[in-house]
């Protein structure tokens, strides 16, 4: 299990929950995980996160780490995670993308309304979760797990979007996601490809 230290974060100098650093052992210091398969949590809403824990929480969504993770969480811890969460500064994706990412990705976001609920920057808002930068892998397995109605969905509105998915389309919006750059709303912006 991964330690880090108590007290404050450098950037954002707001105090570490104590049980936020049993989370950095998968999600990573301050909400950056380094793991593909595991979601980052910083930058994230505040109102998603405490949502989401509360469904982990309340067993409507199940996982085998997350759920005995939520379980003990009160009302208090899960605002306290959320608030400390939403706070942390968003590492930058490393990947860049071609043109023709670009261009693929942001017309399949467009085509299905992604915008319409995660913000014209994909960046979130209130209880939707920020898709910009977000792990190829983990966007990919979510969207698999939603075309296949397999995934928790509170009012069944990603299960309806992700239908009209094809596999390459869930491919073209894993990459264009995840090498999304974006941290303050409004500015979402992919990474370019170096100009020769």
């Not at 230290?5 to 707001?14: L, N, P, R, Y």
């Not at 590492?91 to 085509?111: C, D, K, R």
């Not at 397995?141 to 869930?170: C, K, P, W």
């Amino acid at each position: 299990m991964l330690a880090i230290s108590s007290g404050t974060t450098a950037a954002q100098d707001i105090a570490v929950p104590p049980k936020a650093q049993v989370c950095a052992s998968c999600h990573g210091v301050g909400g950056n995980s380094h793991i593909a398969a595991i979601p980052n949590l910083a930058g994230q809403p505040k109102q998603f996160l405490v949502a989401a824990l509360y469904m982990f929480r309340e067993g409507k969504r199940k996982n085998d780490l997350m759920s005995p993770m939520a379980s003990g969480l009160s009302n208090a811890d899960l605002n306290e995670l959320a608030t400390y969460f939403s706070s942390q500064k968003q590492e930058q994706p490393t990947a860049v993308l071609t043109e023709q990412q670009i261009s693929a990705g942001a017309a399949l976001t467009q085509q299905n309304h992604c915008i319409a609920c995660h913000a014209r920057d994909l960046g979130g808002q209130q209880h939707i979760p920020r898709l910009a930068g977000q792990h190829y892998d983990y966007i990919k397995a979510q969207l698999i797990s939603f075309h296949a109605s397999t995934r928790y969905d509170m009012d069944g509105v990603m299960t309806s979007a992700a239908q009209a998915l094809s596999e390459n389309d869930i491919e073209t919006l894993a990459v264009y996601l995840s090498g999304l750059t974006s941290i303050a709303p409004i500015s979402a912006t992919p990474a370019k490809p170096p100009t020769k």
